[in-house]
Nanobody
């Protein structure tokens, strides 16, 4: 199994920054081989895939966050990050970390999910 725990959410002003972290653990988790991603869901809206790092280290972003958000991972710490800059009120949502074993990548149906963390951006 794989366990994912998000942290770092909270409130920010428009134009500000936040960094989310996702600590991964479990007997089936591989920090070097597994894909990981960030999703978000705002109230009344569908879940949105916003950033994925695949098993080759390649990254893909949704147009809505491209150029403002950056996904990265620290293999030694088994931790995934999402650096969010130039935040907008429309970035307010619950953010979820996800992981899966290869084959996987963008638009993949990830198997493992964190519990989610709230991000609120005020204007």
């Amino acid at each position: 199994q794989v366990q994912l725990v998000e942290s770092g959410g909270g409130s920010a002003q428009a134009g500000g920054s936040l960094r989310l972290s996702c600590a991964a653990s479990g007997s089936r988790y591989s920090s070097t081989n597994d894909c990981m991603g960030w999703f978000r869901q705002a109230p009344g809206k569908e879940r949105e895939e916003i950033a994925v790092i695949d098993n080759y280290g390649g990254t893909t972003y949704a147009d809505s966050v491209k150029g403002r958000f950056a996904i990265s991972k620290d293999v030694s710490k088994n931790t995934l990050y999402l650096q969010m800059n130039s935040l907008k009120p429309e970035d307010s949502a619950t953010y979820y970390c996800a992981a899966d074993h290869p084959p996987c990548g963008w638009r993949w149906s990830f198997e493992y999910w964190g519990q989610g963390i709230l991000v609120t951006v005020s204007s």
